[in-house]
């Protein structure tokens, strides 16, 4: 077997450890955000609106790479529970700006405190040098497959 290949079988394992690290994750935010009143969905649109500011529905939808009408049900949701509000957006007429509220900011950063307590738990015997070249990996599997067809 060739370097490639034994890369390839690699990036394999990456893959197989990507998807139960993203469900478990999703049940324990799920588990702890009813302190909150979020969804998994509310929680990545606040997250989103916390790290960029105000954006447009479909912004986001491109920024995490997910459905416009799946976001727009997010930030719904979000808004009738006084998390984000709607703005006029000087660039656009008909695509309002979503911005955080002071109740939106709040409930994001106690979630996100939450699992920062986690975190610490898990980072001990980890090096900053290894979880730089563990976010190098990702984002660029993430780039490679924005570019590609997987079909």
């Known amino acids: 077997m060739g370097e490639s ?7 394999t394992e990456v893959f197989d450890l990507v998807g139960p690290l993203y469900r478990r994750s999703l049940r324990k935010v799920e588990l702890d955000a009813p302190i909150e009143g979020l969804s998994v969905g509310v929680r990545a649109v606040l997250n989103l609106l ?3 500011g105000p954006m447009t529905v479909p912004q986001m939808g491109r920024a995490q790479a997910l459905s416009r009408q799946f976001v727009q049900r997010m930030v719904n949701d979000a808004a009738e529970r006084g998390l ?7 660039a656009h007429k008909r695509s309002s700006l979503i911005r955080l509220t002071g109740e939106g900011r709040a ?9 920062r307590r986690v975190l610490r738990q898990v980072g ?23 570019d590609i067809d997987m079909d």
């Open 50 to 52: 916390r790290e960029e």
């Open 84 to 90: 984000v509000e709607f703005t006029a957006n000087p």
């Open 124 to 146: 001990g015997d980890l090096t900053e040098a290894e979880i730089d070249a563990c976010l190098r990996v990702l984002s660029r599997l993430l780039r490679i497959l924005d």
């Open 107 to 115: 409930a994001i950063d106690a979630v996100r405190e939450r699992e």
């Open 5 to 11: 290949e034994e890369l390839t079988d690699r990036l």
